[in-house]
């Protein structure tokens, strides 16, 4: 069974940074797309970003796009999200997902999910 465990979120100011880490416990990790959800209160969890199994494709939210990058190092089992010029609607939980590919997780949704990781963007 694969376990994905989030850290990094935190309450920052409007225009902050955060960076988000998921370690992956599988000993199969560059096999698996990764891709970021969020949830906001009363709000449908929503994809963020995705990245390929090799770190070589991406893909982003048009909400995002320009401010969220998403990166992996396949030595370490770790996937990052870095989120500049943050704004208060990108406040969520924030969830790390694994899945086949980009368009799998894009379209099917995730095979496995993070527990989350809070993220309060104050105005």
């Known amino acids: 069974q694969v376990q994905l465990i989030e850290s990094g979120g935190g309450l920052v100011q409007a225009g902050d940074s955060l960076r988000l880490s998921c370690v992956f416990s599988?000993?199969?990790?560059?096999?698996?797309?990764m891709g970021w959800f969020r949830q906001a209160p009363g709000k449908e969890r929503e994809f963020v970003a995705a990245?390929?199994?090799?770190?070589?494709?991406?893909n982003y939210a048009d909400s995002v796009k320009g401010r969220f990058t998403t990166s992996r190092d396949n030595a370490k089992n770790t996937v990052y999200l870095q989120m500049n010029s943050l704004k208060f609607d990108d406040t969520a939980v924030y969830y790390c997902?694994?899945?086949?590919?980009?368009?799998?997780?894009?379209?099917?949704?995730?095979?496995?999910w993070g527990q989350g990781t809070q993220v309060t963007v104050s105005s």
């Open positions: 990245i390929s199994g090799s770190g070589g494709i991406t």
């Open positions: 997902a694994a899945g086949a590919t980009i368009g799998t997780i894009t379209t099917r949704g995730p095979t496995y």
């Open positions: 599988g000993r199969t990790f560059w096999n698996y797309a």
